[in-house]
């Protein structure tokens, strides 16, 4: 019978460090990178145990990669490819001590260093619109879990009947890149504290050349001239109705926007209709827009609608985050110091990831960073992390290395305009929901129309 034999080097940290690695995500959260925030936080070990503090910020990492397993399996999965090297077998009280030792301060510094819009050239498709940087804010629910401790911190939602949820809530908000989705900052705690509240804290990340996307419930004026006091531009929903603040009419543009203040920020307005026509039929809807971008010849309204659109990225984040590496789980930590330790542990994964990503798109000339799959990207680190593969960067620089050979490999096509119903795709309830709600989703073709400013300064378009 003929026999193949594959024999390969496994280089990894020498001694007790050795377990500490994340396969090839290593490279984009090196030893030195994690030393420094231990270092920063006062949370370098004494003396070398069999858990020192740098491999259980890997194993912590290890652990958002591996979510459906507990944190024992996770160790196990980052000592299977040390090839016979001696490794600590420690238990599963012993892991919980040591994160708990650790504390939530080092993955803190460490998302610190890593957070930020991914290095791509200006002339990535995709990733800017005309010079700017596309970035979008939006807020989000996870669930922790149902402990004492954490519902000292966080509280479920309330219900009628039913008594409410059955777990607690956390809130995070995140301002993410449009074009390569990697997180910018994020800010999060209870659910009882809005979105708009935590949002302000994420502004000293905006800089001048990003424009900012937001949904109607950032749109008002005291957010936007601190947006606007930063440098960065935006392009905000707002809304109307009897009850909104007025846009008087300074000046007409040519396009039917017109200009106008809003929290003492000079700013255009924007009124359109726009139209989605699929195989199922039409719908129309008005929309107001404002932003910083004044002129329309070089941003005409119709482009500025559209380039709405991208808001949607964040959502598209969120569901990498909560379904595809968490698969819609409850998060692990049973205190809200363990929460704390958890959501930036699974920041900092998420953002190495999108990382690889982004460097293996970058070797392919004109690939828009959509068509990378994070599902291939996911399931080929994990791959990388129990072969305990390349962990250190080899001689040749290789930005694709064996995450981006297997993304791409498997490239998406470019996206289409596809538009599905806003319906809950997943009910809570084992039983069905009432009715018949249509859940496909059709291609589609969209129209914008550009509504004249109002002869007076009404409050709705």
């Known amino acids: 019978m003929d026999q193949s034999v594959i024999s390969r080097a496994v280089r990894v940290a020498g001694g007790r460090f050795a377990p500490g690695h994340l396969g090839e995500l290593t490279q984009q959260v090196p030893f030195e990178m994690v030393d420094a925030a231990l270092a920063e936080t006062c949370r370098l070990q004494r003396r070398v145990r069999d858990l020192p503090a740098r491999v259980v910020v890997y194993l912590l990492l290890a652990g958002c990669l591996f979510a459906e397993l507990g944190y024992g399996r996770v160790w196990d999965r980052m000592v299977a490819g040390l090839g016979g090297l001696p490794a600590a077998r420690p238990t599963e009280g012993a892991l919980r001590q040591a994160r708990a030792r650790l504390g939530p301060e080092p993955l803190r510094a460490l998302f610190a260093l890593l957070k930020g819009p991914a290095a791509m050239p200006a002339a990535t498709a995709g990733v800017r619109w005309k010079g700017l940087l596309p970035v979008a804010v939006d807020g989000t629910i996870m669930t922790v879990a149902d402990t004492a401790a954490n519902l000292a911190v966080y509280s479920r939602q309330k219900g009628g009947r039913t008594g409410g949820s059955g777990y607690p809530f956390l809130r995070l908000v995140a301002l993410v890149s449009c074009g390569t989705r990697s997180v910018i900052d994020a800010a999060f705690g209870p659910a009882s504290t809005g979105e708009t509240t935590y949002a302000p804290c994420l502004l000293g990340s905006l800089r001048p050349g990003m424009l900012l996307l937001a949904d109607r419930g950032f749109g008002y004026g005291i957010l936007a001239s601190r947006v606007a006091a930063t440098g960065a531009g935006f392009l905000l929903r707002v809304r109307t109705g009897a009850s909104t603040a007025r846009f008087p009419v300074m000046e007409r543009c040519p396009d039917g926007s017109w200009l106008s203040l809003l929290g003492g920020v000079r700013v ?62 409850v998060l692990r930590a049973r205190t809200p110091a363990g929460v704390d330790q958890e959501v930036h542990a699974l920041l900092v994964a998420y953002q190495a990831l999108r990382a690889a990503m982004a460097d293996a798109t970058l070797t392919v000339p004109g690939a828009d960073p959509d068509r990378a799959s994070f599902s291939i990207a996911l399931d080929a680190a994990r791959d990388q992390v129990i072969l305990a593969a390349g962990i250190f960067a080899g001689p040749a620089t290789d930005l694709a290395g064996r995450i981006g050979e297997r993304v791409l490999a498997q490239l998406m096509p470019a996206r289409r305009l596809r538009t599905s119903p806003r319906v809950v795709k997943r009910a809570i309830s084992k039983y069905n929901a009432r009715g018949n709600p249509d859940r496909a989703t059709r291609k589609a073709n969209i129209a914008i129309t550009i509504c004249s400013a109002p002869s007076t300064d009404d409050r709705a378009p």
């Open 268 to 329: 255009r307005v924007i009124d359109a209709q726009v139209t989605i026509t699929t195989g199922a039929g039409s719908t129309a809807g008005r929309s107001r827009l404002v932003t910083t971008l004044l002129d329309p010849a070089a941003y005409p309204a119709a482009e500025l609608v559209a380039l709405y659109r991208q808001r949607w990225e964040v959502e598209t984040a969120y569901f990498e985050l909560k379904s595809t590496i968490l698969g819609g789980r």
